[in-house]
């Protein structure tokens, strides 16, 4: 069964840093696609990251820049460094799994930037 937990949730201010951290349990996290998403209040989930199987990265524009996504393969776990936060990056930010043809969401954990 796979899992997916966030974790590194928090309140910041404009300007300010914060880490994610994506922890994986199950065998599929060598080959898939994996992903961060997030989703504020009255908005559709978007893309913020997706990573590749062999670390190739690609961001939303609105993140380029300021995010940065990796992968552990000896922990089975993915990271989003966040800097230079801003408020429009408030909302709930969700770990996701791809390896056709399944797909798996974490429960997402609530990134908050303050003005």
């Known amino acids: 069964q796979v899992q997916l937990e966030e974790s590194g949730g928090g309140l910041v201010q404009a300007g300010g840093s914060l880490r994610l951290s994506c922890a994986v349990s199950?065998?599929?996290?060598?080959?898939?696609?994996m992903g961060w998403y997030r989703q504020a209040p009255g908005n559709q989930r978007e893309m913020v990251a997706i990573?590749?199987?062999?670390?190739?990265?690609h961001y939303a524009d609105s993140v380029n820049g300021r995010f940065t996504a990796s992968r552990d393969g000896a922990k089975n776990a993915v990271y989003l460094q966040m800097n230079d936060l801003k408020p429009e990056d408030t909302g709930v930010y969700y770990c996701?799994?791809?390896?056709?043809?399944?797909?798996?969401w974490g429960s997402g954990t609530q990134v908050t930037v303050s003005s």
């Open positions: 199950g065998s599929i996290f060598s080959d898939a696609l």
């Open positions: 996701n799994a791809q390896k056709s043809p399944f797909e798996f």
């Open positions: 990573i590749s199987s062999d670390g190739s990265p």
